[in-house]
């Protein structure tokens, strides 16, 4: 039971990275090339959760979130303010951006099967996501989000199996990496929505009373599970001609499958929409909370704290005004993905040192050959998706075209030139120093 109820937590991360961002380019991966990049979701799916086992596990074995660790590392000077304005930046600005896109993906579904008023729909999708986070209540919060990952996983695969795919060919998207023509960009992007910065804060903020056993148990589990219903999303996408559009795919699969199709796929967007609106606002207070509380008990940044509200509370409301008027905030939109384009490979990095930092993970929470390989891999792809928000944010600025696949990778490899050797001589000098030595002890 005790694993049971881990999944069921640790589902917020599914829930999290399945919004209607995912959705629209799982889709769009389908309609425009088949099932031949479902190997691009299963590796997303390996990243996710390879950063987010890091993640939580510093927070298990060192008691400190991913936040705090930062903290502890910049405790003042330029350096602090710049990790400050770097992940604030990210995190807040980003999920404030992109909050009414999230509502909205979740008004977008209900408006397939329901003919009410798009800002009625805005309203009550708001409305409930800010009644569940006032309920102070993170678990309570992470098992609803469950539910709604396990109904929309439920939608999407039932949808993705009465299409009655080539089995063959399932295994050879998953199995065969291939990039069609046209294809490089879409790739980072499946890869890019499913491993994000504010998810990394997220899950060090939640990870704690968990041995690492059930920690790592429901944590894979939640994830893996959230890979297959992202690939059910891009088969279901494989019905529809591009360019993809809902309403398209709601006739493509209404004309095939039946009616019964149509009210999947409107469950299946309006779970994703709401389980994203109230997990950004969410990720976003306890960022706040692991950068700026005086300890963990600080009275103010508690559930119930004036200023942990009022970090979710800005969140959904700038979101709903957002969509209400039906403005994206696009300068705010850029401004997100560039910072996140630095932050990205920065936390990565960070979490890499941080997990084999003997004087902060002990003896036994230190990663091994197996765990380091798999972030080292991890890494490098982050530093690609970090140069690729970076230039689709300059190319959209500048009104200039974007860069190609292959000066993306150019730029990514003369990064990992230039920071090879200090990572490496740095990994090599903190697997080395014995720190605190009443932390060289079991774990479990």
């Known amino acids: 039971m005790t694993r049971l109820l881990s999944v069921l937590f640790w589902a917020v991360i599914a829930a999290a990275f399945i919004g209607p961002g995912t959705v629209t380019t799982a889709a769009t991966a389908g309609a425009g ?159 890019g929505t499913t491993v994000v910065p504010y998810n990394l804060f997220l899950g060090s903020g939640l990870a704690h009373d968990q041995s690492l056993p059930v920690f790592r148990f429901g944590l894979a589990v939640a994830v893996i599970l959230g890979g297959i219903i992202s690939m059910g999303i891009l088969v279901v996408g494989t019905r529809v001609e591009p360019p993809m559009s809902f309403e398209g795919l709601a006739a493509a699969l209404g004309s095939g499958l039946g009616e019964w199709a149509v009210v999947l796929l409107a469950v299946g967007l309006a779970c994703a929409g709401l389980s994203s609106a109230i997990t950004a606002p969410l990720a976003a207070a306890l960022t706040a909370k692991s950068l700026f509380a005086d300890g963990p008990a600080d009275p103010v940044w508690s559930p119930r704290g004036g200023r942990y509200r009022a970090v979710w509370g800005s969140i959904l409301l700038i979101g709903t005004a957002s969509g209400l008027s039906g403005v994206r905030p696009v300068p705010a939109i850029i401004l997100a993905q560039a910072l996140n384009g630095v932050v990205l490979p920065a936390i990565a990095i960070y979490l890499l040192l941080a997990v084999n930092d003997r004087g902060l993970m002990g003896r036994d929470g230190l990663n091994g050959r197996l765990s380091n390989a798999s972030m080292v891999l991890v890494t490098l792809v982050a530093l690609v998706l970090g140069v690729a928000a970076l230039a689709r944010a300059a190319a959209t600025v500048t009104g200039s075209e974007a860069p190609s696949m292959r000066a993306i990778l150019l730029a990514a490899g003369l990064l990992v030139a230039l920071a090879a050797v200090p990572v490496a001589r740095s990994i090599h000098r903190r697997r080395r120093d014995r720190g605190d030595p009443r932390r060289d002890r079991s774990t479990q």
Do not use: H
């Not at 299963?42 to 890091?54: G, M, P």
């Open 33 to 191: 090339f088949g099932t031949a990049l479902l190997w691009a979701l299963a590796f997303s799916t390996f990243a996710c959760l390879v950063l987010q086992e890091a993640a939580g596990r510093l927070r298990l074995v060192s008691g400190r979130s991913l936040g705090g660790a930062l903290r502890e590392r910049f405790p003042a000077g330029v350096s602090r303010w710049a990790m400050l304005i770097l992940v604030l930046g990210a995190v807040l600005l980003g999920n404030a951006a992109y909050e009414a896109g999230n509502i909205l993906g979740g008004v977008a579904g209900a408006s397939l099967v329901v003919g009410w008023p798009t800002w009625l729909l805005t309203l009550l999708a708001s409305g409930l996501a800010g009644a569940l986070l006032w309920s102070n209540a993170p678990r309570r919060v992470a098992q609803v989000l469950g539910v709604a990952v396990a109904v929309m996983g439920v939608a999407f695969l039932v949808m993705a199996i009465g299409l009655r795919p080539d089995p063959s060919e399932i295994v050879r998207g998953l199995l065969v990496p291939s990039l069609p023509s046209g294809a490089g960009l879409l790739v980072l992007g499946l890869v």
